[in-house]
């Protein structure tokens, strides 16, 4: 289905969005703007996508737009887009923290708002966008957005109360996934192998976990159980693990990341 759609700011996470956006509704139907004339000009002609050389350019007549720029620069897009927007324009936030109702104090009483979190695998189609709606959004609108973001990967929707906590799992999760990619090649190399071995075993094997777990139908701890062999290796590594209270330093390093996203939706 065609559907005219802004988007303001083309930096990981944008381009990550205008990928699917694009294979959604074609590029014709797409301009983009962003501060950094330069990388968005490139951005723009690397998906064949119009520029616009302003924010309110690049919304006028949009009946989506999605706004994909750092926390504290959201007030002012959406200062700028106000004048320019329809009555039944959508506009998309994808940034953490970003409450609906901030977003309504800078656009036109009544305008519809979606709040997206997407996180970094969208690149390559493997991410999980989570929705959560304005009070003006319906399910016709909800549903627009999930087609716009479903080359994104995996796309659900809560209240948005629980957005901050999202952001945590999965906006930020990533990033701990690489931490242990980078903690069990560390490992490797401490034992003996390569460094280029260490890091394919360690990529490959968090890939190979994360897959199945996705895949199957029982849960983590079953998974875990059918490779730990009792009195065996894993279980050593395990009991390890539970001695030095990791478990327990993931659920306070997610804690404190919905912590700190509801302090930058203050600001």
């Known amino acids: ?11 990981v996470m944008g381009q990550a969005v205008l990928r699917s956006v694009v294979e ?32 309110g350019a690049a919304g006028a ?7 994909a720029v750092k926390p504290h620069d959201v007030s002012g ?20 923290g970003v409450s609906t109702a901030r977003m309504a104090e800078h656009l036109p009483e009544g305008t519809v708002t979606v709040r997206v979190m997407p996180n970094t695998p969208a690149l390559i189609g ?16 909800l549903g627009l957005v999930r087609d716009l973001m479903a080359g994104t990967g995996f796309v659900t929707s809560v209240a948005e109360n629980y957005q901050d906590v999202v952001t945590a799992i999965s906006g930020s999760g990533p990033a701990y996934v690489f931490y242990l990619i980078d903690a069990l090649a560390e490992a490797a190399v401490l034992g003996g192998l390569g460094r280029d071995l ?20 029982d849960h983590p701890v079953v998974l875990r159980e059918r490779v730990s062999s009792p009195g065996g290796t894993t279980m050593a590594a395990l009991a390890e693990l539970d001695d030095r209270a990791v478990r327990a330093a993931v659920v306070a390093a997610a804690q404190r990341a919905w912590e700190r996203a509801g302090e930058l939706g203050q600001g």
């Open 1 to 11: 289905m065609s559907c005219k759609v802004a988007l303001i700011g083309t930096g």
């Open 24 to 55: 959604h509704t074609g590029a014709d139907q797409v301009r983009v703007h962003d501060v950094r004339t330069e990388a968005g000009r490139k951005v723009a002609q690397e998906h064949k996508v119009m520029w616009a050389e302003t924010v």
């Open 61 to 67: 007549g949009a009946e989506v737009v999605i706004v």
């Open 77 to 96: 897009v959406l200062a700028e887009l106000g004048p320019v927007l329809t009555d039944s324009t959508v506009v998309v936030s994808i940034a953490a």
């Open 126 to 141: 493997q991410g999980v966008s989570v929705l959560s709606p304005g009070p003006h959004a319906t399910e016709e609108h």
């Open 198 to 217: 260490a890091l394919e075993l360690a990529r490959r094997t968090v890939a190979g976990a994360g897959a199945m777990a996705a895949e199957s139908a």
